[in-house]
């Protein structure tokens, strides 16, 4: 009996501590799943392929928010920079929340990282004319309108 219980414990010692370590620098997105099966492996997304640009499709509450959450609270972990647009409102008080335990944790003041933009906030709003014509860019605009 005690010899089962030794080759049990260094058989578990050995698989723990042979697993790889997931790189900090990947996106976690979660598990993979194919053919609507569930593997025991994540999804991960590289730090080149992250510069690409990022579409998430899905029917109402299959997990969309929950997923872009995980993922800005990931990059906020990891100190990357990153547009979100809280099309919703409801995501800005999550991240804010992520970046206050952030700074908790580092014991260091992001603020100065961090640009905050409501859309709905009368007395802030910000608005972009893509028409407008600076003095540097205005051959561009011009060249572009059709």
């Given at each position: 009996?005690?010899?089962?219980?030794?080759?049990?414990?260094?058989?578990?010692?050995?698989?723990?501590?042979?697993?790889?370590?997931?790189?900090?620098?990947?996106?976690?997105?979660?598990?993979?799943?194919?053919?609507?099966?569930?593997?025991?492996?994540?999804?991960?997304?590289?730090?080149?392929?992250?510069?690409?640009?990022?579409?998430?499709?899905?029917?109402?509450?299959?997990g969309?928010?929950?997923?872009l959450?995980?993922?800005?609270?990931?990059?906020?972990?990891?100190?990357?920079?990153f547009?979100?647009?809280?099309?919703?409102?409801?995501?800005?008080?999550?991240?804010?929340?992520?970046?206050?335990?952030?700074?908790?944790?580092?014991?260091?003041?992001?603020?100065?990282?961090?640009?905050?933009?409501?859309?709905?906030?009368?007395?802030?709003?910000?608005?972009?004319?893509?028409?407008?014509?600076?003095?540097?860019?205005?051959?561009?605009?011009?060249?572009?309108?059709?």
């Amino acid at each position: 009996m005690r010899w089962v219980t030794k080759a049990f414990l260094e058989n578990l010692w050995h698989r723990i501590t042979s697993r790889k370590r997931r790189r900090t620098d990947e996106l976690n997105l979660g598990w993979r799943v194919t053919d609507g099966e569930i593997e025991r492996r994540p999804l991960l997304v590289s730090q080149v392929r992250r510069k690409e640009h990022l579409a998430i499709l899905g029917k109402t509450g299959t997990g969309k928010s929950s997923l872009l959450r995980s993922i800005c609270a990931q990059e906020i972990t990891a100190g990357h920079g990153f547009v979100f647009f809280d099309l919703h409102g409801d995501a800005t008080p999550f991240i804010l929340r992520r970046v206050a335990l952030e700074e908790r944790r580092a014991g260091s003041d992001l603020s100065k990282r961090l640009i905050v933009i409501d859309p709905a906030d009368p007395d802030w709003s910000v608005g972009i004319n893509v028409l407008e014509a600076l003095e540097s860019n205005s051959a561009f605009v011009e060249y572009h309108i059709i």
